[in-house]
Nanobody, 124 residues
Framework: QVQLVESGGGLVQAGGSLRLACVAS????????MAWFRQAPGKEREFVLG???????DYADSVKGRFTISRDNAKNTVYLQMNSLKPEDTAVYYC??????????????????WGQGTQVTVSS
């Protein structure tokens, strides 16, 4: 069992920045693939970015150049730095853990555990 706790969401003006954090329980954090997803009202959940156990990153086109993912294995934490935020970034952001796959995935069904989500609202 892995528990994930996100923090750092809030309200920000367009062009601003936020940093989300996701702390995971468990001793094997360094072996997990981690990812951030988001879901806006009335829309399907979408992949945002991922960071595999072997430190490869994957970014959705919509956030390239603006968002950065990083992880601190000593703290069991993955971070999402969001810069140049746009109103269309407004969503609930979720971190997720994939314990079993050798490669990262953009498919939410490949992830075993999810956080409770944190709301990010970007005003225009």
């Amino acid at each position: 069992q892995v528990q994930l706790v996100e923090s750092g969401g809030g309200l920000v003006q367009a062009g601003g920045s936020l940093r989300l954090a996701c702390v995971a329980s468990g001793r094997a954090f360094s072996a997990y693939n981690m990812a951030w997803f988001r879901q806006a009202p009335g829309k399907e959940r979408e992949f945002v970015l991922g960071f595999t156990w072997d430190r490869r990153t994957d970014y959705a086109d919509s956030v390239k150049g603006r968002f950065t993912i990083s992880r601190d294995n000593a703290k069991n934490t993955v971070y999402l730095q969001m810069n140049s935020l746009k109103p269309e970034d407004t969503a609930v952001y979720y971190c997720a853990v994939d314990r079993t796959n050798a490669y990262g995935s953009r498919n939410g069904d490949d992830y075993d555990y999810w956080g409770q989500g944190t709301q990010v609202t970007v005003s225009s």
